[in-house]
C-alpha cells in the first residue's frame, strides 16, 4: 500500500525559519501515511516548541527510536515521551552506558543520556525494546541495530570514552540509523554515524538485498574526518549514486564544503524547518 511520507527536522543546529530555534542536537518527526513515529529528541525539550510552530502533532507519535546514547541525541526523550505518552521506544542497550568525550587536557566530559531519561526508560518497562539487531519501529520502517565496522578508513569521529579518566574507548556499538523504502529507493536517517557513514550504508544495502539508496538525511560525523577519508566517503557515495544529501549538525563545515561541490544539485540544508516528501512504503 502506498502512503505519503513526510520527513520534518524538529532539532538541528542551525535554522533558516522565523519562530524555531536551533540547538546543538538532532531530532525528526517522520509521518508515515496515517502513522507516525520521532529519530532522536535533541538535546533538550526544544522538539516540543519546534513541533508546536511547525503545526507538526506529537500527540499520535507511536515510536522514538534513538540513533545513540549521547545526550544532544537523547535530552528531549522525557520530554517526547510525555507529549506521546503511548509512544514505544527503541534503543541499543549500550545507550544507557556511561559517556565521555576526551579534553584536550586528557580529562573527560560526560556526554552520555541525562540521568531523568534513563529513569524515563527504565520507567517505560514494557514499551522499550532493545535493538541489538535489525528491528521494525513501525511498518517498513527499521532501524540498524548494531553496524558492523568493515572499513578501515572510518572510526567513531572522535574522542569517546566509556571513563570520565579516558582510559576505556567508547565503540559506540549503540550507534544506530533509521531506513525506509520509497518507489525512488531508500531514504536513511542518521543521528551521528559513528560507526561510519560508508559501513552504514552498504549494511543498509545488505539488509534489503541491494536496494539503492535514494536520500540521505543527518549527520555524518566527519568533523575531523582526514583527507583519505573524505575522498572515500566521497568515492563510495557516487558509486553508490546517492540522489539527495541533507547533511548537518555533527558534519562539520569542512565537509559540508566538500559534499556540496562534489555533488552540485543534490545537496540541501537539514536546518529546523526542513521538510522532504516521500512516495510509496513496501516492506524490505
Known amino acids: 500500500m502506498e502512503h505519503t511520507i513526510v520527513v520534518t527536522t524538529l532539532v538541528e543546529n542551525s ?3 522565523r519562530s524555531l530555534l536551533a540547538e546543538h542536537g538532532l ?7 496515517p502513522r507516525s513515529l520521532l529519530f532522536d529528541t535533541g538535546q533538550s525539550g526544544l522538539l516540543l516548541q519546534n513541533a508546536r510552530n511547525l ?9 522514538i527510536a534513538l540513533s545513540h546514547g549521547h545526550n544532544d541525541h537523547t535530552g528531549g526523550l522525557k520530554a517526547a515521551r510525555e507529549a506521546a505518552p503511548k509512544a514505544r521506544l527503541f534503543l541499543h542497550p ?33 514499551a522499550v525494546v532493545w535493538t541489538s539487531q535489525p528491528t521494525e519501529v513501525l511498518e517498513g520502517v ?20 566509556l571513563d570520565a579518566a579516558c582510559t576505556q574507548r567508547d565503540p559506540l556499538m549503540d550507534d544506530q540509523a533509521l531506513f525506509l523504502d520509497t518507489t525512488k529507493g531508500l531514504v536513511v536517517l542518521l543521528g551521528c554515524a559513528h560507526a561510519g557513514v ?9 539488509l534489503t538485498g541491494g536496494r539503492p539508496i535514494h536520500t540521505i538525511l543527518g549527520g555524518l560525523h566527519l568533523l575531523k574526518a582526514s583527507s583519505e577519508r573524505m575522498e572515500k566517503t566521497i568515492a563510495a557515495f ?39 516528501v516521500f512516495h510509496g512504503f513496501c516492506r524490505v
Open 27 to 33: 531530532a525528526f518527526h517522520i509521518q508515515a501515511g
Open 94 to 126: 549500550a545507550s544507557l552506558a556511561p559517556k565521555f568525550a576526551g579534553n584536550p587536557d586528557g580529562t573527560g566530559r560526560p556526554i552520555g543520556m541525562y540521568e531523568e531519561n534513563a529513569k524515563a526508560i527504565r520507567a517505560a518497562a514494557n
Open 142 to 161: 527499521f532501524v540498524t541495530g548494531e553496524i558492523p565496522r568493515k572499513n578501515a578508513f572510518e572510526d567513531t569521529g572522535g574522542q569517546f570514552f
Open 198 to 206: 560508508v559501513n552504514t550504508l552498504e549494511y543498509i544495502r545488505q
Open 238 to 276: 557516487r558509486r553508490l549514486d546517492i540522489q539527495r544529501l541533507a547533511s548537518g549538525h555533527c558534519t562539520g563545515f569542512p565537509a559540508l564544503a566538500q559534499l556540496w561541490n562534489a555533488f552540485p544539485g543534490r545537496c540541501s540544508s537539514c536546518a529546523v524547518g526542513a521538510n522532504w
Open 15 to 17: 535554522v533558516n525559519v
Open 55 to 63: 503545526q507538526v502533532s506529537l500527540t499520535a507519535v507511536e515510536a
